[in-house]
């Protein structure tokens, strides 16, 4: 079935420095989203993207979606504490394959 | 709106026994999912209801789990019986419509323990 991978798996950055995930598919994805999961929490939808080469923003995220649809990364400007918690990519195939990337933990030293 | 409520947040149950764990989906969301969640396997999809009609079940991992939507508004998920390689987190999420622009809302997830 379809699967989507994330690198890195883990991630550890200072307060302030910029941190990006990437999510990649063997094959065309109908949709990109993003969830963030806090510690010791449940996932939270942060964004969904559908068009190839879209580019979205809010605050200090970026999303993108590749043009050929099969990646798409997620860029944090200038770490704060508060965006400490794994970071996943998901995609539903047309609602068909409910798939969810395995993750990338990021922490941010103070 | 108070969101996907899941219950109980925790489950302690000896090997053999019977779970079950409780959902309400948001009022209005057609789609309801169940996921488990562990350290190994991360989040794997285990069942999916569209307009409380079982869409797909090939996740469910073996036949000592069931699901069950009698209703739009609430949702069970059974193992019987339990065994200590249940142990997870469990969640359950809704959404207006597969690929909805507004995602899957979850709850906050039952944290199973099987001994």
């Known amino acids: 079935g379809q699967q989507v991978m994330q690198i890195p798996q883990y991630q550890h950055v200072q307060e302030g420095e910029d941190f990006t995930t990437y999510c990649n598919s063997s094959?065309?994805?109908?949709?990109i989203q993003w969830y963030k999961q806090r510690p010791g929490g449940h996932p939270v939808f942060l964004i969904q993207?559908?068009?190839?080469?879209e580019v979205k923003k809010q605050k200090r995220l970026t999303f993108q979606f590749g043009e050929a649809k099969k990646n798409s990364s997620l860029h944090i400007t200038a770490t704060q504490t508060t965006d400490v918690g794994t970071y996943f990519c998901?995609?539903?195939?047309?609602?068909?394959?409910?798939?969810f990337g395995p993750g990338t933990r990021l922490s941010v030293l103070p | 709106d108070a969101g996907v409520i899941q219950s109980p947040r925790h489950e302690v149950t000896e090997m053999g026994q019977e779970v079950t764990l409780r959902c309400k989906p948001i009022?209005?969301?057609?789609?309801l999912f169940w996921y488990r969640q562990t350290m190994m396997r991360g989040l794997e999809l285990l069942i999916y209801?569209?307009?409380?009609?079982?869409?797909?079940d090939s996740g469910m991992p073996e036949d000592r789990f069931s699901a069950k939507m009698p209703n739009a508004s609430f949702s069970t998920l059974k193992i019987q019986p339990s065994e200590p390689r249940d142990s997870a987190v469990y969640f359950c999420?809704?959404?207006?419509?597969?690929?909805?622009?507004?995602?899957?809302?979850f709850g906050s997830g039952t944290r199973l323990t099987v001994v």
């Open positions: 999420a809704s959404s207006l419509t597969p690929g909805s622009n507004y995602g899957y809302t």
């Open positions: 094959t065309t994805l109908s949709n």
């Open positions: 993207l559908v068009k190839s080469g």
């Open positions: 998901a995609s539903d195939n047309y609602g068909q394959n409910f798939v």
């Open positions: 009022s209005g969301h057609n789609s």
């Open positions: 209801f569209n307009n409380n009609v079982p869409i797909d």
